[in-house]
């Protein structure tokens, strides 16, 4: 397993700074003989400007590791660091400042879009958050830009007038007019058609050279994760059984559970590491 070495994390064969660093870190539901472990034990380090997948199938316990880290559930125990400082305790003003670095896009766009607002009001909420400096005609036409779209035609629209790709786009400029340092995105392609879900990956690859951001993306997919990352996370059980580089997962998987995720796409994995 590729997990952190001292104070650095191995990136496709090189050793980057470490970002965030999750460390013996169990989150359980119930108590006694209904207690479930939904993240057991998990340690890993995300370097600065990667893009890492935590993948497994449902109930595997990525969802839950993914709101742990953007702090929507506290763990039971173990530690969440952001630059060596631990988050797992942090409230008020400090949790209001650690939301604008760490930012989600969710499954479900249209849930997650107010329907009462337009393009326009949704981003205009989200840039006060940062600063009234950053609420800007240009700034929001700039990140729908980032994101593929002509801020000049979707800046007045309501959600019921944008597909789901456009309305999954606008989530991610949302994100982006906080400027955060890391971008999780939890299932933020499986509502979508398998063209739009290629589309929104190469959207969040090129975001992360333009942006300097640090990318986690969830997914039951194994064949986008080895689209889009650099390094991959397998998760079964709550637990993290298989991590390292992309091509490394892919081609020379160690654990079984692994194996069994690749079965479902024997030359997925293939044709897109091409």
Known sequence: MSE????????????????????NVSRVFGRGENA?????DVSCTIGRREIVTIVGESGSGKTTLARLILRLLDPTSGS??????????????QLREYWRDVQAVFQDPFSS???FFTV???LHRSA?????????????????????????????KWP??????????????????????ILVADEATSMLDASLRVNILNVLSDLRDEYDL?????????GQACYVSDRIFVMSDGKLVESGPTEEVIFAPKHEYTRHLLADVPRLHESMLD
Not at 160 to 181: E, F, I, K
């Open 36 to 40: 479930l472990r939904a993240v057991d």
């Open 80 to 93: 969440i660091m952001l630059d060596g400082r631990d988050i797992a305790g942090i409230k008020g003003k």
């Open 214 to 222: 640090t990318i986690l993306f969830i997914t039951h997919d194994i």
């Open 128 to 156: 006060m958050l940062r600063g009234s400096e950053h609420d800007s005609e240009a700034a929001m036409k700039q990140a729908l830009e980032h994101v593929g779209m002509d801020g000049a035609d979707v800046l007045g």
């Open 120 to 122: 326009r009001r949704l």
């Open 160 to 181: 019921h007038q944008l597909s789901g790709g456009q309305r999954q786009r606008v989530m991610v400029a949302r994100a982006l007019m906080l400027q955060p340092r």
């Open 113 to 115: 879009f107010n329907q």
């Open 4 to 23: 952190a070495t001292g104070d650095q994390a191995v990136h496709g064969g090189d050793k980057v700074d470490p970002l965030l660093e999750i460390r």
